[in-house]
């Protein structure tokens, strides 16, 4: 792995300069689309540790976004527990999560994963539509506490949560890459390219999938938590639908799966994408703002299938 | 000879189904041999590699490596003990280059990246890949896939390296290549056991060669003594030529 250069930490700080600075400047509807973003984009980093570098591809992110979501929510209202622990919380039991469902499909590979994950996912979902204890159905509705880092709360702006989930990104970046220039992501790529190759090279295949669906469940928990403490009301069908686990694989798919940065280019365009074109085209009931999303990604699939970063990163290294 | 012994395999059987690849085979290889298995196409050669290797799981019999039972045990653990293997068709990392490749291999002993940065670049200027270190390792011609796949097992610094065909498919220039390759592993005091079909390169490298038909030992001997044995050349060419044969 190539070390990070001087023009790229520049590049980087630029990047994030704007993105610290873009929040104060836009109205609040902008700031929403921001922190959606982030949220898409935080979750898509956290599936390209498992679908981009170790070839896992798992259309079941929801279930972990919801079990984030559920147990920070839960432990604040039944025992009121801040939901910084609620988020550590989570993520753990998400990972646990995964580990128990990760290990008895440790053969499954392709779209037989897939397929497998979908349906935990939908297990998982169901499951919480009918637990009365979790609010089944009707889901839980965050009380407002007073306003402060601590209690993870801000009624009178948006902004801090701006800046939350931005060091959240930031945080999943660090361990992408960390993970991606270490011994674990070679043998993540090893076992992408075939478990057999993997194998013969002494890597405990079975184990190194369980570490990337572990890490990949702890980051999307994460998000999910952070989506429960800003929206402030969560239910099965809103945290954890098979269309947020298709938009977090479309995100770092479209942005550039198996690069660290890709899922966050991916992020920036899809989602404020569906949401302005929902906003001004949307309410006309015609369905045109879901016609220009289907469109680009079609396009991006057709002519940049390693997705947007993936053909910049391309072009950059021809250059060289 | 028993203080070196390094391989023994003692009655390996392997059913498939009702095929028997593997029959009741056994044979012992002592440490800095060269051995090679020939026979046949379908004579169970690849599938001994297998069942040796932990990829298939032995119906009978035992392998026993420096002493130690690894019958059946998982292939990852069958490498971290000390045996790294080749496959008939070349097995790349794609999306890798060549030295990202063998690193790969050399975290088997490394934990630190630089460690292991430093250990792949032994390798690949010890099998001559160093200029094509930052190819894509999917841009290999056959040849130096098969080198590539040699220099990742031998990141993984082994004691018995086991080379399944790796010099099928290439010209004669490349095919002196491999076995100059051969010998300077060999020179390293590494152990290899070879599945060839290659001939010259059989003669070459061997210090002692076992033969394999339907799944049987038929044969085993040093190479001179084998290809003159009549069994061998029945295996090979049929029982029609075998009565011309004097």
């Known amino acids: ?320 | 000879m028993n203080a070196s012994l390094l391989l023994d395999v003692q009655g390996a059987s392997k059913y498939f189904g009702g095929l028997q690849a593997n029959e009741d085979i056994s044979f012992q290889v002592s440490g800095g041999q060269i051995l090679s298995i020939i026979g046949p196409n379908g004579a169970g050669k690849s599938t001994l590699f297998n069942c040796i290797t932990g990829f298939y799981r032995l119906d009978k019999g035992r392998v026993l490596f420096k002493g130690l039972d690894i019958t059946n045990r998982k292939p990852h653990t069958i490498g971290k003990l000390g045996v790294a293997r080749t496959f008939q068709i070349a097995q790349v990392i794609s999306d890798m280059t060549v030295l990202e490749n063998v690193m790969t291999g050399g975290f088997l002993r490394h934990v630190r990246v630089g460690d292991v940065r430093l250990k792949a670049e032994e390798v690949l200027a010890f099998t001559g890949l160093m200029a094509k270190g930052n190819y894509n390792a999917q841009a290999l011609s056959v040849s130096d896939k098969k080198r590539l796949e040699v220099s990742m097992a031998l990141a993984m610094e082994p004691e018995l390296l086991m080379l399944d065909e790796s010099m099928a498919g290439l010209t004669p220039v490349e095919l002196r290549g491999m076995i100059e390759l051969i010998h300077k592993v060999r020179e390293r005091g590494i152990t290899i056991i070879v599945v060839e079909h290659v001939m010259e390169a059989v003669m070459e490298l061997s210090d002692w060669v076992i033969v394999l038909n339907s799944g049987r030992k038929i044969v085993e001997g040093s190479p001179k003594e084998v290809v003159a044995d009549r069994e061998v050349i029945r295996a090979y060419l049929g029982d029609r030529y075998d009565a011309v044969c004097p």
């Open chain 1, 1 to 320: 792995m190539r070390n990070i250069t001087g023009k790229q930490l520049i590049v980087g700080g630029a990047v994030l300069a704007v993105l610290i600075i873009l929040p104060l400047l836009i109205p609040p509807f902008g700031q929403h689309v921001v922190i959606l973003t982030l949220i898409f984009a935080m979750c898509g980093v956290a599936w390209n540790i498992m679908g981009g570098y170790a070839g896992m591809f798992s259309f079941g992110q929801a279930a972990f976004f919801g079990i984030g979501a559920y147990t920070s929510s839960f432990l604040l209202m039944t025992f009121n527990v801040s939901p910084w622990i609620g988020l550590v919380a989570g993520g753990i039991l998400s990972s646990l999560m995964a580990a128990a469902i990760g290990y008895p499909c440790s053969k499954l590979r392709g779209h037989y994963f897939a397929i497998a994950s979908i349906a935990f996912a939908e297990i998982v979902r169901i499951f919480f539509n009918n637990w009365e204890m979790v609010g089944a159905a009707e889901g839980l509705t965050i009380p407002m506490r007073q306003e402060s880092l601590a209690n993870f709360t801000f009624n009178s702006s948006k902004l801090p949560y701006c800046y939350i989930i931005l060091a959240f990104v930031l945080f999943a970046l660090a361990v992408c890459r960390l993970v991606s220039t270490s011994k674990m992501g070679y043998y993540f790529r090893a076992i992408k390219e075939s478990h057999e190759v993997a194998q013969v090279l002494g890597v405990n295949v079975v184990r190194y999938r369980l570490y990337a669906i572990m890490i990949s469940a702890f980051l999307t928990s994460m998000a999910g938590t952070f989506y429960a403490q800003y929206i402030l009301y969560i239910d099965p069908a809103s945290v954890m639908v098979l269309a947020i686990s298709v938009q977090i694989v479309l995100v770092a798919m479209l942005g550039g799966a198996n690069t660290v940065l890709g899922p966050v280019v991916g992020a920036a365009i899809l989602i404020p994408l569906s949401e302005y074109s929902r906003a001004w085209l949307g309410y006309k009931g015609t369905g045109f703002d879901m016609i220009i999303y289907g469109v680009l990604i079609t396009a991006i699939s057709m002519y940049r299938p390693n997705g947007v970063w993936g053909a910049l990163a391309g072009v950059v290294r021809r250059e060289k």
